[in-house]
């Protein structure tokens, strides 16, 4: 996989540590995203001071860009509503932000039928992200933005599970 650059966010949790209990948490699942913006409104957007937004991974047009490297926690997935993931981890009957034990991919999407260059990158990535955490694509693994905030619609229509699981058996 190449990096095809960094944008710089300060939005993130250094090191995966909860900042209310100091405990450290390891990522165990994908969240796919889209942005329904812009590259350039996008990248402004998590670079902004007062978004508290961003992404581990942003894909656009085919290219591939790191905001916060994996080691740290990502501030992409918002307030959890209603859930339909199963994994959701609670500690001491307190939710635990899903922020903390994700990492998250966002493809810059407005609707428009994907690129094919895009639709591999982001195959690619997500195989290779799949390989260091070593998990497979199931529901519990992978998981669409709308399975942990229900009032969303991200990532449809183009960068859902089903649609990552399908292509990945046809882009090698």
């Known amino acids: 996989m190449q990096i095809a650059g960094r944008i710089k966010t300060k939005h993130q949790w250094l090191n995966r540590i909860d900042p209310d209990t100091g405990k450290r948490h390891n990522p165990k699942a994908i969240v796919l ?3 329904g913006g812009s590259f350039e409104s996008t990248k402004n957007w998590i670079q902004h001071p007062h978004s508290s937004v961003s992404y581990n991974w942003i894909i656009c047009d085919g290219k591939i860009y790191e905001c916060v490297p994996e ?6 997935n918002g307030h959890v509503v209603r859930p339909k993931w ?4 609670f500690e001491n009957n307190e939710q635990v932000n899903p922020n903390l034990y994700t990492v998250s991919v966002a493809v810059v999407n407005n609707g428009e039928i994907p690129t094919w260059r895009t639709w591999e990158a982001w195959v690619q990535l997500n195989r290779e992200i799949r390989t ?3 998990i497979g694509i199931t529901p519990e693994t992978v998981v669409n933005h ?3 905030k229900t009032s969303k619609r991200c990532p449809k229509p183009y960068f859902t599970r089903s649609i990552l699981k399908v ?3 046809l882009i090698k």
């Open 71 to 76: 080691q740290h926690a990502a501030w992409a």
């Open 167 to 169: 292509l990945s058996d």
């Open 86 to 89: 199963s994994g959701i981890k």
């Open 132 to 134: 260091r955490m070593n």
């Open 33 to 35: 995203h889209i942005t």
């Open 146 to 148: 709308f399975e942990i």
